[in-house]
């Protein structure tokens, strides 16, 4: 069993050598197009050499196929193949220039009929190797260079006229392969560019989405203990609140139960107690829901919650109710904007019932230090309205004192009902607001 798990493991170990062996030929041998090229464009000039050259002596046919071969070699070298325009490669350009231009002069050299037609193009490849990764100024001195060679050679073997035609048309070729060398490169860069920007945008995306995550899952996490402590405070309020009134309840219920037969009286001021402390107890619990509802100037300003409040008081009570205003609204403190919200809350709602009222005008004044509210109905005025306490007249002038300002309510001259209330506009009066003062 050890055995065949040991040969597992060499066999496994062979194929990932070879495919990384495999892999690294691929990266470092074939990196690109232009190497590709080249190879085809040697492999091409050595049939050539081979075969198109057959009345040349046999030590000058071994010459140039020995030239070209070593040139093929030069471009399976990996460090040489790499022919990026980098700083830390440009040295190994150099060199291969170095090597590569001398054996294709030789090889041009020494070859003859339809093959020396061939290699010639290798001028091409090694001017599109120079304008690949050096810079064009050195690109364009290496060109004029080796098109001087390749001149002299044909001056010397055939004639001068020949060299300067041939040179003429090399040139054409030469101007059109470095053209097209630098379209390529700068195509290649924008691509590269672009997939770098789109890479790191895709990069953005995704740690915005992340950072999005987050904060939703934070934002849970927050609302459920936003939750969690809102429970724990209605049953602290309730323990604390209602709890105490119900045990005082409970206690004093017991002991009426065991005076109701022999002591009447007590039992009945017992009982008495005990409406007094399940009023209390209701008051308790009408101030903790009124605490929980929304506010109704919640997203909306002080007149535009006026003007909402009488429309409703239309449709309900068919009274005809005007709603004027004067002077720009300024930006009221929370606490003031409601108490005077309550305000025509409380008039509308004393005029509905106690005044047999058919007509009722609220009037909001604003000046750039106070606001002046006044709420005038046409019905009869009764002795008390609102003195009761809770959400009445009296807890309403409490209120605005502490703001203050003042509540003046009785009949009007004229006739009819007046309640009439003036407030600093100042946010200094900001104070916490209690809905079971001057809130329904």
């Known amino acids: 069993m050890s055995l065949h798990t040991s040969n597992e493991t060499h066999r496994s170990g ?50 140039v196929v020995g030239a070209l071969s070593l040139l093929l070699a030069l471009n399976l070298i990996p460090p040489f193949t790499n022919t990026r325009s980098r700083p830390e490669s440009l040295w190994r350009v150099a060199l291969y220039l170095t090597v590569a231009s001398p054996l294709y002069l030789v090889a ?46 044909i001056a010397f073997q055939v004639s001068l006229e020949a060299a300067l035609q041939i040179a003429a048309s090399l040139g054409f070729g030469i101007v059109f392969v470095m053209m097209f060398i630098q379209l390529s490169q700068r195509y290649e860069q924008q691509t590269e560019h672009a997939e770098a920007q789109r890479a790191r945008a895709e990069e953005l995306l995704a740690q915005l989405q992340a950072s999005h995550a987050e904060l939703r899952a934070a934002r849970e996490r927050e609302l459920k203990m936003a939750a969690i402590e809102e429970r724990v405070r209605l049953a602290r309020d ?45 008051e308790e619990v009408r101030r903790s829901v009124a605490a929980m509802q929304p506010s109704p100037l919640d997203g909306q300003s002080l007149d535009a919650a006026i003007e909402h409040l009488i429309n409703e008081f239309r449709t309900s009570t068919a009274l005809d109710i005007h709603f004027e205003q004067s002077g720009d609204l300024p930006v009221l403190p929370q606490t003031l904007a409601m108490t005077l919200y309550r305000a025509v809350q409380e008039g509308l709602t004393n005029a509905r019932k106690h005044s047999n009222a058919t007509r009722i005008v609220v009037n909001l004044t604003c000046l750039p230090e106070t606001v002046h509210l006044a709420i005038r109905d046409n019905g009869q005025p009764v002795n008390g309205v609102g003195q009761s306490g809770g959400f009445g007249l009296t807890g309403l002038r409490e209120r605005i004192e502490r703001l203050g300002g003042s509540l003046h309510a009785g009949p009007h001259p004229d006739g009819g009902f007046l309640l009439d209330i003036v407030a600093p506009a100042d946010a200094r009066n900001e104070v916490g607001y209690d809905p079971g003062v001057t809130g329904r």
Do not use: K
């Not at 040697?42 to 071994?62: D, F, M, S, Y």
């Not at 193009?121 to 064009?136: E, H, K, R, S, Y």
């Open 14 to 63: 062979i194929r990932s050598m070879v495919t990384r062996v495999t892999r690294a030929w691929r990266q470092e041998i074939l990196p690109g197009r232009v190497t590709i090229i080249a190879l085809v464009m040697i492999v091409g000039a050595l049939i050539a050499a081979v075969t198109a050259q057959p009345e040349t002596l046999l030590w000058r046919r071994g010459i």
């Open 238 to 282: 309730i323990h604390d609140g209602l709890g105490h009134y119900l045990t005082i309840l409970n206690v004093q219920l017991q002991a009426a139960a065991r005076l109701l037969q022999r002591d009447p009286q007590r039992a009945a001021a017992v009982i008495a107690t005990c409406r007094e402390v399940a009023q209390t107890a209701l």
């Open 108 to 153: 041009f050299g020494m070859s003859s009929g339809p093959a020396s037609s061939v290699i010639v193009m290798l001028l091409f490849l090694l001017v599109g190797q120079a304008t690949w990764a050096l810079p064009l100024a050195a690109a364009l001195i290496y060109a004029v260079a080796m098109m001087i060679g390749v001149s002299a050679i």
